[in-house]
């Protein structure tokens, strides 16, 4: 027996450039959210390590000014949930759906269990481990 091949057809130049751009979009996007977290980590968090390290060394850093250092790198970190929702949209609708203020009306909260079930791999066999387990 003779299998015919059939050759696939190759995407026409119209969808592959839409493909192409669509996808560099999303990863021009990831690359600015990225640069953007990482530069505000270095410029809020890099000046406290140094100082950190100078302090250890000669001892010559005020106290005032290690906590302004201080501070500014917990403001650093109070920074990242507002980052993530602004360049994120899965990260966005995944916390709109756990903080009853960015719920949509008529949207129920998922429960824990229903959590569960849809991240695991294998459904039937965590319901049935989930039931041993309660």
Request: aromatic share 10%; net charge positive; glycine share 6%.
């Amino acid at each position: 027996l003779q299998i015919p091949c059939v050759p696939s057809q190759p995407m026409a130049g119209s969808e592959s450039r839409r493909f192409t751009n669509k996808h560099s979009k999303k990863a021009l996007k990831a690359s600015l959210t990225l640069g953007i977290l990482l530069g505000m980590f270095f410029v809020a968090w890099l000046p406290f390590f140094i100082t950190n390290v100078t302090q250890a060394v000669c001892g010559c850093i005020p106290a005032g000014f290690f906590d302004v250092l201080t501070w500014l790198g917990y403001c650093n970190s109070t920074m990242n949930p507002i980052i993530y929702p602004l360049f994120m949209r899965d990260f966005k609708r995944a916390m709109g759906k756990f903080l009853p203020c960015c719920r949509r009306t008529g949207e129920p909260r998922p429960s824990a269990i229903s959590l569960s079930m849809r991240n695991s791999n294998s459904g039937a066999r965590a319901a049935t481990s989930l039931k041993n387990v309660l």
